[in-house]
T-cell receptor
Framework: ETGVTQTPRHLVMGMTNKKSLKCEQH?????MYWYKQSAKKPLELMFV???????ENNSVPSRFSPECPNSSHLFLHLHTLQPEDSALYLC?????????????FGNGTRLTVT | QQPVQSPQAVILREGEDAVINCSSS?????VHWYRQKHGEAPVFLMI?????EQMRHEKISASFNEKKQQSSLYLTASQLSYSGTYFC????????????FGGGTRLMVKP
């Protein structure tokens, strides 16, 4: 079983839809992250949670809404998205949201907004 | 501000060596290196710490020059399995694990 599991792997949604991305980590880590990976752009940090508390919100539009009910689960709720939001959304976890903690990534959800 | 990686892409023959650089205009606390194969998750390779030693992962090693705010990844005697995109992620002081990633270096190793 992989350490960080993301579902679904692929998602196509219209601009008026509401959907959620799910991430689950089985590594006993205390911090979880959402990253956005667009074509020809660097990985962009969106949200960071440490012990279920949000510690970083990197000026992400409000149409993206994260939720971290416990240290093993992380959600990204999507609504009224734009075509430019199409990207690979990667979830990651680390032992702590602190220095020197390697990130363990999931395989991502490939999102297409039509 | 994101770090700058160079080169953007490199093609090697199996057994050849390569160097990938990661430079920042900001003072850094540490540099992480990750490799991502097509359609897969990025995988952690190593962390270079300020004042720390050169690190190694199999035949891949890296260094961190604090004065230049630059890290270099050295791929020695490259193998086909080294193909992928290499990303550096930088941590600034007082920013915890909030990595800022470079644009990536695409490495292709051919037989």
């Amino acid at each position: 079983e992989t350490g960080v599991t993301q579902t679904p792997r692929h998602l196509v949604m219209g601009m008026t839809n509401k959907k959620s991305l799910k991430c689950e980590q089985h590594l006993g880590h205390n911090a979880m992250y959402w990253y956005k990976q667009s074509a020809k752009k660097p990985l962009e940090l969106m949200f960071v949670y440490s012990l279920e508390e949000r510690v970083e919100n990197n000026s992400v539009p409000s149409r993206f809404s994260p939720e971290c009910p416990n240290s093993s689960h992380l959600f990204l709720h999507l609504h009224t998205l734009q075509p430019e939001d199409s990207a690979l959304y990667l979830c990651a976890s680390s032992q702590e949201a602190d220095y020197n903690s390697p990130l363990h990534f999931g395989n991502g959800t490939r999102l297409t907004v039509t | 501000q994101q770090p700058v990686q160079s080169p953007q892409a490199v093609i090697l023959r199996e057994g050849e060596d390569a160097v990938i650089n990661c430079s920042s205009s900001k003072a850094l606390y540490s540099v992480h290196w990750y490799r991502q194969k097509h359609g897969e998750a990025p995988v952690f390779l190593m962390i270079l710490l300020k004042g720390g030693e050169q690190m190694r992962h199999e035949k891949i090693s890296a260094s961190f020059n604090e004065k230049k705010q630059q890290s270099s990844l050295y791929l020695t005697a490259s193998q086909l399995s080294y193909s992928g995109t290499y990303f550096c992620g930088t941590e600034r002081a007082y920013a915890g694990n909030m990595l800022t990633f470079g644009g990536g270096t695409r490495l292709m190793v051919k037989p």
